[in-house]
């Protein structure tokens, strides 16, 4: 189920700002790939791209191709809520619906939806995304119990069971652990390596341990210059980016020489 | 710590060091000083005969000295500032609630001795004088109130709903929050004028229809509706929407099954609060409306008596001598029921708003 995505001569405008400028790169299907680089530099424009996210902004347009098995996202037929229903979104800051319990946020993407299913289809559904996000254990207990009552980590990884459970072929991070302590970020990193073998995964982080630790590809995002949009670096495998980068200005980020 | 200390230059700050405590104030001070400065002013002023207006103001200004002098000279002069800032404070506080106690004492206490059994269930219908109720008046402000509760909650939401979540400032939406806060301030008189010359235009001169008076306070009620509910829409983050999004959810059904019900405490706060606002309303009512001595259940047919008109009505209404103390506690227990209904709401609209607010579970 896993699908791979090819992104060909992408620019994104917020309007008539140019942000990100001329990114090609190919996300393997069932790898981890992580996007690096300093803030504002377009990693989370581009991750929010590849499910139509960004569309959410008004005024967000993209030029270029994003082809995810064959199929070009930005179509004119293309229905972005089909998109997305593919290529699923894990945000920042977790995100899960105050008025729901834990039991129907995990089924929120299948009941917004408006899905029919029987009980013990919801509870297998429910149990085996929970167990996905290594949260059973935790909540199972409490299922009727509203979701804002977790701790941080634990509406994360709700979050990622939501995003899960409607089984998506991408799922997409955008700094899944920046508002997580290091026990539940190292749960959520995990996590990602168990998904692996199912989903193919993009990862934007700040982190780059995070990156070293869990992707096998990553690609480096920074600005041509002040004021300039941003573009992609390099892209390569993990281990050529962290021991020897072909770009001089990706060892002077990762080894901290920045500037 | 100890080394550097004796490596320095013995200065002034290390023989001396600065004390922490000050004298203050025991914290019944200011009830002592409030006690002491409007007994001496009740004490003179009783025996110059001042008044009760005339010993109040007095004992506020020796207050407003005394109590500022004693804490500069026992406490320093910063809570002196303090304590004199503090005063007004509280001064200004207790002004602006006594109109509203004097309200609610002076019909209280007017109101109360007319209410009784018959009083709830009788309607004016062939009473002069004595007796009779204001069941009429009651059902009548219940009817119409209703119809304008069911007529502007729908429109004033889905309003709100189109401003927040698709009108995000285009000129369109733009245009019609400048419109709406132009509604928000309309005379309620010019409200019922719209209704009677729409109403007339439709039915001929000279109609009587309690739906009019619906409309009426719709007019008057779907602005407040949509600002309230906008602003609920606007708390609710962006968040949750892209949460929604990001599973594949169209943008309707993420409106109808996350946004509102996270804002729904609040909107039906929002609509109550409306509702007890314009429960009140009399202008309006009065052109459209009109007011009738019987009890009448058919809002399409004829005038009905509301709270409001009856209030006006008994207390304006002349006729003999002798009727005219029934009709003002008549007036006057309408007014108690009429708080008393708008009270009720308040009060409603904050349980409401507190059972369907999100729950965290802790």
């Known amino acids: 189920m896993a699908k791979s995505i090819d992104i060909s001569d992408v620019n994104i405008y917020y309007g008539d700002f140019l942000a990100v400028q001329g990114v090609n790169m190919t996300v393997k299907a069932r790898q981890v790939t992580a996007f690096i680089g300093p803030s504002g530099c377009g990693k989370s424009t581009v991750l929010r791209t590849l499910n139509r996210m960004h569309e959410v902004i008004p005024g967000a347009r993209v030029e270029g191709k994003v082809v995810v098995d064959g199929q070009s996202l930005y179509d004119p037929s293309v229905d972005p809520v089909a998109v997305r229903r593919q290529i699923g979104m894990v945000f920042q800051r977790p995100n899960p619906f105050p008025t729901m319990s834990i039991y129907d946020n995990v089924l929120a993407g299948n009941k917004l939806n408006a899905k029919k299913m029987k009980k013990d289809e919801a509870d297998s559904i429910v149990e085996k995304s929970l167990k996905g996000a290594n949260l059973w254990n935790e909540v199972k207990d409490r299922l009727a119990k509203p979701g804002m009552g977790l701790s941080g980590g634990q509406q994360q990884r709700l979050c990622i069971a939501r995003a899960i459970a409607v089984e998506p072929q991408v799922l997409l991070m955008d700094e899944p652990c920046s508002a997580l302590d290091p026990i539940s970020t190292s749960a959520i990193e995990d996590l990602i390596h168990e998904l692996k073998s199912d989903y193919t995964i993009v990862i934007v982080t700040h982190n780059m341990q995070q990156a070293a630790r869990v992707s096998d590809e990553t690609g480096f995002f920074n600005l041509k210059a002040t004021g300039e949009p941003g573009q992609l670096v390099e892209f390569n495998s993990t281990t050529k980016m962290f021991s020897n980068p072909d770009e001089p200005a990706t060892e002077a980020y990762i080894s901290g020489r920045f500037g | ?362």
């Open chain 2, 1 to 362: 710590m100890a080394q550097t200390t004796q490596t320095r230059p013995p200065g002034p700050d290390d023989t001396a060091s600065v004390p922490l405590t000050k004298p203050q104030l025991p914290g019944w001070a200011p009830a002592l000083a409030a006690v002491v400065a409007f007994g001496a002013a009740a004490l003179v002023g009783l025996l110059l005969g001042w008044g009760v207006v005339g010993i109040v103001a007095v004992g506020w200004i020796l207050l407003l000295i005394g109590l500022p002098a004693w804490s500069t000279a026992v406490e320093g002069s910063r809570k002196g500032t303090d304590r004199l800032v503090g005063t007004v404070v509280w001064s200004t506080l207790a002004l602006a609630l006594l109109p509203l106690i004097a309200v609610l004492w002076e019909v209280i206490s007017r109101g109360a001795p007319a209410l009784n059994a018959t009083f709830f269930t009788a309607s004016q219908s062939g009473v002069l004088g004595a007796g009779g109720g204001i069941y009429h008046a009651i059902m009548g402000t219940l009817i119409v109130t209703l119809i304008a509760t069911v007529i502007s909650v729908p429109i004033g939401i889905m309003a709100a709903i189109y401003l927040v979540e698709y009108g995000k400032k285009n000129r369109l939406s733009q245009v019609l929050t400048f419109l709406i806060d132009v509604m928000t301030g309309i005379p309620s008189i010019v409200a019922g004028l719209f209704a009677l010359a729409l109403f007339t235009l439709i039915f001929g001169p000279g109609v009587r229809m309690a739906v009019g008076g619906s409309i009426a306070l719709s007019v008057l009620m779907i602005p407040i509706v949509v600002r309230s509910t906008e602003e609920m829409l606007k708390l609710v983050p962006d968040e949750l929407r892209e949460g929604a999004y990001a599973l594949g959810v169209p943008k309707w059904r993420t409106i109808v099954k996350v946004v509102l019900p996270t804002a729904l405490g609040g909107i039906v706060t929002g609509a109550t609060l409306a509702v007890a606002r314009v429960a009140g309303e009399t202008a309006p009512l009065l052109l459209i409306v009109g007011t009738f001595r019987a009890t009448n259940f058919n809002p399409f047919d004829g005038a009905m008596a509301t709270l409001p008109v009856l209030i006006f009505s008994e207390a304006t209404r002349g006729g003999l001598q002798e009727y005219i103390p029934f009709q003002l506690e008549r007036a006057w227990g309408a007014a108690l029921v009429l708080i008393i209904i708008v009270m009720a709401l308040n009060l409603l609209a904050r349980v409401v708003g507190s059972y369907f607010s999100p729950k965290t579970g802790r």
